[in-house]
């Protein structure tokens, strides 16, 4: 039943995107609650109620100081020991488009070494200089951990940021992501499904074409585009074409990130 599937998603200060992806959970077999971040900030030992966490998309705090970074700063100085506890017991979490942000500011990712509550690396203005609202292809790494992704072909989703470039200056780091399978989706070129630089199928100019990051055990996931925008056919901004050449998929292809996820708990 859902309900063995429980899914904190945090909400507030300006995060929006907290119905799509309550529905995306609901879909793929879980219980997901809403939990304001204030309410979780005063009881934050509530959290090991859930079998995961979500950080959804948004404007958190108003993007003051830059994308998720003051919300990351209150989680870390609030949250940061239970969240350990969470991740140590084998826990989910995942973060999307302002909730991805966070949790790279935060530290979450990638967590090499275990370290999760260090930054290594931003997310920073688009390459372009412009907030991006568009659909994008993606491509999903055989050979990364990543629970959420494992086993899916390319398909598109929708991207909706200003700051949504994936840097550093360490080489060394991005040597060690690549080799850690800890790039799991990265934006495609749509004919040929291999990663690309080039705007507009790469948003941002993201390095690597980094759609998403995941850890090291696969378990610690976050994505610019937006899976939870994607849970119908009828989604996608082409879907009558696609149910005239019959390529229109019988379900949004977004949700079946989130049916990984489930499946995954139910397994453990």
């Given amino acids: 039943m859902a309900s063995e599937t429980p ?14 992806s309550r529905y995306a959970w ?6 997901p609650r809403l939990v304001h971040l204030s309410d979780l900030i005063d009881n934050p030992a509530h959290l090991h109620d859930y079998a995961a966490l979500m ?27 239970d969240l350990e506890t969470f991740i140590g017991k084998g826990k989910l979490i995942m973060g999307v488009c302002n909730g991805f942000q966070i949790m790279v500011k935060l530290g979450l990712l990638p967590g090499l070494d275990g370290e999760y509550f260090s930054q290594k690396l931003s997310v920073m203005q688009n390459d372009c200089g412009s907030f991006q609202n568009r659909w ?11 629970v959420f992704t494992r086993g ?12 949504g470039k994936v840097f550093t200056l360490d080489r060394k780091l991005l040597d060690r992501l690549e080799s850690s399978g800890c790039i799991p989706c990265r934006y495609a070129d749509p004919d040929t499904d291999q ?19 995941c ?3 696969g378990r610690i996931f976050g994505m610019m585009p937006h899976p939870e925008a994607y849970l119908y056919p009828e989604n996608h901004p082409q879907w009558e074409i696609q149910k005239r050449n019959g390529t229109l998929p019988d379900q949004g292809l977004g949700l079946s990130i989130f049916r990984n996820a ?3 708990l139910k397994r453990i």
């Fill in 7 to 20: 899914v904190l998603i945090i909400t507030g200060y300006g995060l929006n995107c907290e119905d799509e």
């Fill in 26 to 31: 609901e879909l793929a077999g879980a219980n």
């Fill in 55 to 81: 950080f959804i998309g948004g404007f958190s705090f108003g993007d003051h100081m830059t994308s998720g970074h003051v919300f990351a700063l209150k989680a870390k100085h609030r949250l940061i020991r």
């Fill in 136 to 146: 994008v292809p993606l491509r999903f790494e055989a050979d990364s951990p990543c």
């Fill in 152 to 163: 899916l072909n390319p398909f598109p989703l929708s991207v909706r940021h200003g700051e």
């Fill in 195 to 213: 990663a690309t630089q080039t705007f507009p199928h790469n948003p941002n100019g993201s390095l690597h074409a980094i759609a998403g990051l």
């Fill in 215 to 217: 850890d090291p055990t």
């Fill in 262 to 264: 489930v499946e995954h």
